[in-house]
């Protein structure tokens, strides 16, 4: 069966700006998580979504947003782009316990 | 929260060898990952072992949850085997990545 998919793969966006980052998760699977690498922090938790709700969210500010649909796809948006922000965005997927699976990732460059 | 410690971070290795990773966590968990990062950036599942041993193929991986401490062996290295392995046990609800453990095998 098809794995996690995120869409875009690549993306560069200019200081100020605002992106959107998609997530389909593995057929059936419900919880949505998303994740940020930077190799000064390594990966940090962003939020996880259950059944179009947020049930956890790590320590972002307010610019990085997300949400669920109800066929269990997930966005997050960033407003206000920073250069910080660069990084490896990983989204994972879980049916219902904590074993999850990745995607590939959206790799953000802001300029 | 949960503080987890990866050692060592970096490895190099002649094709062939094996190795040992590890990572200890700073409490109680009830369930923990093992994944290894691609060059291109993608988490491959490796394990999931909240406890005892599991096998495949040349991995395998023993979480002693009681001790805190989860290890990866890595047998008869191959170059396929580069990239990062992380040690990822649940804690608050959600995975938490310890730094990673750079593994490099020449050929």
């Known amino acids: 069966k098809a794995g996690v998919t995120q869409t875009p793969r690549y993306l560069i966006k200019t200081r100020g700006q605002q992106v959107t980052l998609s997530c389909s998760p593995i057929?059936?699977?419900?919880?949505v998580s998303w994740y940020q690498q930077t190799p000064g922090q390594g990966l940090q938790f962003l939020f996880e979504y259950f059944s179009e709700t947020q049930r956890n969210k790590g320590n972002f500010p307010g610019r990085f947003s997300g949400r669920q649909f109800s066929n269990s796809r997930s966005e997050m948006n960033v407003s206000t782009l920073e250069l910080g922000d660069s990084a490896l965005y990983l989204c994972a997927s879980s049916l219902r316990g904590p074993e999850a699976f990745f995607g590939q990732g959206t790799r953000l460059t802001v300029v | 929260g949960i503080q987890v410690e990866q050692s060592p971070p970096d490895l190099i290795l002649q094709e062939g060898a094996n190795s040992t990773l590890r990572c200890n966590f700073s409490?109680?968990?009830?369930?923990l990952q093992w994944f290894h990062q691609n060059p291109w950036g993608q988490l491959i599942n490796l394990f999931y072992?909240?406890?005892g041993t599991k096998q495949n193929g040349r991995l395998s991986a023993t979480t002693v949850a009681t001790e805190r401490y989860s290890l990866l062996y890595i047998s008869s290295s191959q170059t396929t085997d580069s990239g990062v392995y992380f040690c990822?046990?649940?804690?608050?609800?959600?995975?938490?990545f310890g730094k990673g453990t750079r593994l490099h095998i020449l050929p």
């Open positions: 057929s059936g699977h419900r919880s």
């Open positions: 072992i909240p406890s």
């Open positions: 990822a046990p649940e804690g608050d609800d959600k995975i938490i």
């Open positions: 409490d109680s968990v009830n369930n």
